[in-house]
């Protein structure tokens, strides 16, 4: 595995500051540490969003928003993506 910069980050300004400068985000879940030691992927900064609150399902009108950390059980779970989304529980 190459060398690589990590940064846990402290709010979403942060996150999309790091997006903007095309950093890889880690959260709960990912395989991105799998595929770095197999060197698919080789990052050089990582941004930690685990503990930042984007897990949340929404409705804004127009679609349902799934944030970035919403884990794959909460979101076959919840009542309004089973109805209109199927598709995502396949």
């Known amino acids: 595995m190459r060398p690589?910069?990590?940064?846990?980050?402290?709010?979403?300004?942060?996150?999309?500051?790091?997006?903007?400068?095309?950093a890889t985000f880690l959260a709960g879940g990912t395989n991105l540490l799998?595929?770095?030691k197999l060197e698919i992927m080789a990052p050089e900064q990582i941004i930690?969003?685990?503990r930042l609150e984007l897990d949340r399902i929404t409705n804004n009108g127009e679609g349902m928003h799934i944030g970035a950390t919403?884990?794959?059980?909460?979101?076959?779970?919840?009542?309004?993506?089973?109805?209109?989304y199927p598709a995502l529980m396949m």
């Open 48 to 50: 930690d969003i685990s």
């Open 70 to 84: 919403v884990t794959n059980s909460d979101l076959a779970a919840d009542l309004q993506i089973r109805k209109y």
């Open 4 to 22: 690589f910069d990590y940064q846990r980050a402290e709010n979403t300004a942060v996150a999309r500051k790091a997006n903007q400068a095309g």
């Open 34 to 36: 799998d595929l770095m």
